[in-house]
């Protein structure tokens, strides 16, 4: 069994940054594929970024390409999504999650393609 916990999110003006910290424990996650997913008020939960096991290989959606960068420390257990030149439309609860895969597939920018899900941490982007 898996727990995850996201910190780091808060209230921030366009133009600034946060870092989000997600960290696992239970066992490693090392092995496993991390994603951050995000949920608008009354949208559906979808693909932020996910890295792959090594850290050698990450997927962004399109949104956030150039301005979000995700990462790792295995040796912590925990992920990270360092977000700058944040806009209003980033406003949403972000989720950590892991998948059961070591590599980035289709699976892993879905939410179905994850098994184990953090509590969130809201992220507010004041204009």
């Known amino acids: 069994q898996v727990t995850l916990v996201e910190s780091g999110g808060g209230l921030v003006q366009a133009g600034g940054s946060l870092r989000l910290s997600c960290a696992a424990s239970?066992?490693?996650?090392?092995?496993?594929?991390m994603g951050w997913f995000h949920r608008a008020p009354g949208k559906e939960r979808e693909i932020v970024a996910a890295?792959?096991?090594?850290?050698?290989?990450?997927y962004y959606a399109n949104s956030v390409k150039g301005r979000f960068t995700i990462s790792r420390d295995n040796a912590k257990n925990t992920v990270y999504l360092q977000m700058n030149n944040l806009k209003p439309e980033d406003t949403a609860l972000y989720y950590c999650?892991?998948?059961?895969?070591?590599?980035?597939?289709?699976?892993?920018?879905?939410?179905?393609?994850?098994?184990?899900w953090g509590q969130g941490t809201q992220v507010t982007v004041s204009s």
């Open positions: 999650a892991a998948a059961s895969y070591t590599t980035l597939v289709v699976s892993t920018t879905t939410p179905g393609g994850y098994d184990y």
């Open positions: 239970g066992r490693t996650v090392s092995s496993n594929v």
């Open positions: 890295i792959s096991a090594s850290g050698r290989s990450t």
